[in-house]
């Protein structure tokens, strides 16, 4: 199942940077990615419809949120968190 | 070239239903921001605005009046009817044909949309009211007001998301300076606080859920507004030949385009607007003593903004005023400027700058004089009014004492 999440995160990011899924790595970043704040914020969209879950990030203090963005790898342990919690 | 006087205003916003309670809420530093009181409320993860309260239409209009009129329309006919009234003008005869109305707003009718998409798609209704056309269109504000006091002359509606007021205000200010009228009703109006204006809004991560406090530090995004500002702009010849009281003169104006991105601002955008609002009105940047800042709150613009003032102004940024009514009133969208205008007639007139209030933690990005909490003072002869809207379109309006 986590493998499934990984992908599908995968999936969705490689789609907004405009590569193939092969080419986003673990440690990519958006910045690396080319993904803008615009890019982040469908991606994280495209992220709450995939999973049914809802991601606390607001733009103005992306330090300050709970959702990690720092990575593709820090993004994807994000989503397992929220589809974890939300089967309780 | 005719020289352009404000000689009327008028407002309804979060702070009150008039001009002169404006002021003192302006003065006192007063929230008008708070819990959102609409329908479906729960389903939002943003729950807090300046919200109109206490509105009671029937108390204003009569019942066909408030069958054609969104509450966009219903604010600006409050806010144009309160400007007229001190203009102390009348259009019935000649001067209606010389006199027109340009207002902005961003999203129209968009609580008579949201009540009857809602109708039709969530409640599976068939039929909606058959005037919910008038109702919705953009310019249903700017027709009424041009029918409730016969301006017979150019008029039409302003869109430029935030920045919709200052452009109808530079349109109706170039209109009476090239002469083709004498006298412009103008301003802007907005009322987007229903589920679905503000569901569209949740989307960006931009809006706070707390508090807007712009330039502070610890500033976590915009808080919408909803309300209306209405300005009588009039030739300076045709007021003081009838001996009318003087608000403020419209100095200068000026629109940029930033043709960049379609949400980030940009700095060389909005200093090339506030450059030209000061070459456009012959003024040196030294003049200026206050700016009415775009100011929304959010972590994008309020550093960008004060980017573009350090860049137009030097050393003279450290010492010129700069506030962000929002704070107090919310963002109005494409109504904002027209409200924050009063703030500047505030400066000129009454030499009392209004205060950007919520402000807590100095941000090194945004290290200008922004009058913290405390309204303050002091006697500025020049301000400057900056709206900077999504889609990079920046309008910035220069005001005189006269």
Same mark, same amino acid.
């Given at each position: 199942?986590?493998?499934?999440?990984?992908?599908?995160?995968?999936?969705?990011?490689?789609?907004?940077?405009?590569?193939?899924?092969?080419?986003?790595?673990?440690?990519?970043?958006?910045?690396?990615?080319?993904?803008? !704040?615009?890019?982040?914020?469908? !991606?994280?969209?495209?992220?709450?419809?995939?999973?049914?879950?809802?991601?606390?990030?607001?733009?103005?203090?992306?330090?300050? !949120?709970?959702?990690?963005?720092?990575?593709?790898?820090?993004?994807?342990?994000?989503?397992?968190?929220?589809?974890?919690?939300?089967?309780? | 070239?005719? @020289?352009?006087?404000?000689?009327?205003?008028?407002?309804?916003?979060?702070?009150?239903?008039?001009?002169?309670?404006?002021?003192?809420?302006?003065?006192?530093?007063?929230?008008? #921001?708070?819990?959102?009181?609409? @329908? +479906?409320?729960?389903?939002?993860?943003?729950?807090?605005?300046?919200?109109?309260?206490?509105?009671?239409?029937?108390?204003?209009?009569?019942?066909?009046?408030?069958?054609?009129?969104?509450?966009?329309?219903?604010?600006?006919?409050?806010?144009?009817?309160?400007? #007229?009234?001190?203009?102390?003008?009348?259009?019935?005869?000649?001067?209606?044909?010389?006199? %027109?109305?340009?207002?902005?707003?961003?999203?129209?009718?968009?609580?008579?949309?949201?009540?009857?998409?809602?109708?039709?798609?969530?409640?599976?209704?068939?039929?909606?009211?058959?005037?919910?056309?008038?109702?919705?269109?953009?310019?249903?504000?700017?027709?009424?007001?041009?029918?409730?006091?016969?301006?017979?002359?150019?008029?039409?509606?302003? *869109?430029?998301?935030?920045?919709?007021?200052?452009?109808? &205000?530079?349109?109706?200010?170039? &209109?009476?300076?090239?002469?083709?009228?004498?006298?412009?009703?103008?301003?802007?109006?907005?009322?987007?606080?229903?589920?679905?204006?503000?569901?569209?809004?949740?989307?960006?991560?931009?809006?706070?859920?707390?508090?807007? @406090?712009?330039?502070? $530090?610890?500033?976590?995004?915009?808080?919408?507004?909803?309300?209306?500002?209405?300005?009588?702009?009039?030739?300076?010849?045709?007021?003081?030949?009838?001996? $009318?009281?003087?608000?403020?003169?419209?100095?200068?104006?000026?629109?940029?385009? +930033?043709?960049?991105?379609?949400?980030?601002?940009? &700095?060389?955008?909005?200093?090339?607007?506030?450059? %030209?609002?000061?070459?456009?009105?012959? /003024?040196?940047?030294?003049?200026?003593?206050?700016?009415?800042?775009?100011?929304?709150?959010? *972590?994008?613009? +309020?550093?960008?903004?004060?980017?573009?003032?350090?860049?137009?102004?030097?050393?003279?940024?450290?010492?010129?005023?700069?506030?962000?009514?929002?704070?107090?009133?919310?963002?109005?969208?494409? %109504?904002?400027?027209?409200?924050?205008? /009063? =703030?500047?007639?505030? $400066? /000129? @007139?009454?030499?009392?700058?209004?205060?950007?209030? %919520?402000?807590?933690?100095?941000?090194?990005?945004?290290?200008? +004089?922004?009058?913290?909490?405390?309204?303050?003072?002091?006697?500025?002869?020049?301000?400057?009014?900056?709206?900077?809207?999504?889609?990079?379109?920046?309008?910035?309006? =220069?005001?005189?004492?006269?």
């Amino acid at each position: 199942m986590a493998e499934s999440v990984k992908d599908r995160v995968i999936a969705i990011i490689a789609e907004q940077a405009v590569l193939e899924p092969s080419d986003v790595k673990m440690d990519s970043t958006l910045e690396t990615l080319g993904i803008d !704040s615009l890019g982040l914020v469908e !991606s994280i969209f495209a992220i709450e419809e995939s999973f049914d879950v809802t991601v606390p990030f607001n733009a103005n203090e992306p330090d300050k !949120s709970d959702f990690d963005i720092s990575s593709v790898a820090a993004i994807i342990a994000a989503v397992e968190g929220l589809v974890q919690a939300r089967k309780g | 070239m005719a @020289r352009v006087v404000i000689t009327g205003a008028g407002t309804i916003n979060a702070l009150a239903h008039d001009v002169a309670g404006t002021l003192e809420a302006f003065r006192e530093g007063r929230c008008g #921001i708070g819990p959102l009181e609409l @329908r +479906d409320v729960e389903r939002l993860s943003i729950r807090i605005g300046g919200q109109v309260r206490d509105w009671d239409p029937e108390a204003h209009f009569n019942r066909q009046q408030i069958v054609l009129c969104d509450r966009f329309t219903q604010f600006t006919l409050l806010a144009a009817r309160e400007a #007229i009234t001190q203009s102390g003008l009348d259009f019935d005869g000649k001067l209606g044909y010389e006199a %027109g109305v340009v207002l902005g707003t961003a999203g129209g009718g968009l609580t008579t949309s949201d009540e009857n998409y809602r109708a039709v798609y969530e409640e599976g209704k068939n039929r909606v009211h058959p005037l919910v056309v008038p109702k919705l269109m953009n310019n249903a504000a700017a027709s009424h007001v041009s029918m409730a006091f016969n301006l017979k002359g150019p008029s039409f509606t302003v *869109a430029t998301a935030c920045a919709s007021s200052n452009h109808a &205000m530079g349109q109706a200010y170039m &209109m009476i300076r090239s002469g083709m009228t004498k006298v412009m009703v103008t301003g802007g109006s907005e009322s987007m606080l229903c589920f679905g204006g503000i569901k569209a809004w949740e989307g960006l991560r931009v809006m706070s859920r707390d508090a807007c @406090r712009p330039f502070s $530090a610890n500033r976590n995004g915009m808080v919408q507004g909803e309300g209306a500002g209405i300005f009588v702009f009039e030739e300076y010849e045709h007021a003081r030949a009838r001996g $009318a009281e003087i608000l403020a003169e419209v100095a200068g104006f000026a629109m940029t385009s +930033d043709a960049g991105d379609i949400v980030m601002p940009s &700095m060389q955008g909005a200093a090339r607007a506030i450059s %030209g609002a000061l070459r456009d009105a012959r /003024l040196n940047g030294e003049e200026v003593g206050y700016i009415n800042a775009h100011g929304t709150g959010t *972590a994008a613009n +309020d550093k960008t903004e004060c980017a573009a003032v350090a860049d137009v102004f030097g050393h003279h940024a450290d010492k010129l005023m700069m506030s962000s009514t929002k704070s107090m009133h919310g963002h109005l969208i494409g %109504g904002t400027g027209a409200v924050e205008l /009063l =703030a500047c007639i505030m $400066a /000129l @007139r009454e030499g009392v700058i209004a205060p950007t209030i %919520g402000y807590e933690e100095f941000d090194p990005e945004c290290a200008l +004089d922004v009058v913290p909490n405390e309204a303050r003072d002091a006697k500025v002869d020049v301000v400057l009014s900056n709206a900077f809207a999504f889609g990079g379109m920046n309008a910035v309006l =220069a005001l005189r004492r006269v």
